[in-house]
């Protein structure tokens, strides 16, 4: 399974990206894009590619889903560590 993450892009040129998603900016090639990136756009990030735009409301919604997720995994495994199961990660 594979997951690719909305990301904000804040600096381009003709074939790499900054983005930021989660406050974390990273380097990313845009050379699969089939169309020009703007900066304040959103792209879908997979193994350091931009592999697709994305509208800003469709991110936004997507990065909630994923926080969300984020948190109940972490939920989780805080509720295994109080009930003494070893947990992994």
Do not use: W
Not at 8 to 33: S, T
Not at 52 to 57: C, F, I, P, Y
Request: glycine share 6%.
């Amino acid at each position: 399974m594979c997951l690719a993450i909305p990301s904000k892009v804040i600096e381009k040129d003709q074939f790499r990206a900054i983005v930021d998603v989660y406050g974390a900016r990273r380097e990313i090639n845009l050379m699969l894009m089939p169309e020009e990136v703007e900066i304040g756009e959103y792209v879908l990030v997979h193994a350091g590619f931009a592999i697709q735009k994305v509208d800003e409301t469709a991110a936004q919604e997507a990065l909630k889903v994923i926080t969300a997720i984020i948190e109940d995994v972490s939920e989780e495994m805080g509720h295994a560590e109080a009930d003494g199961q070893q947990s992994y990660g």
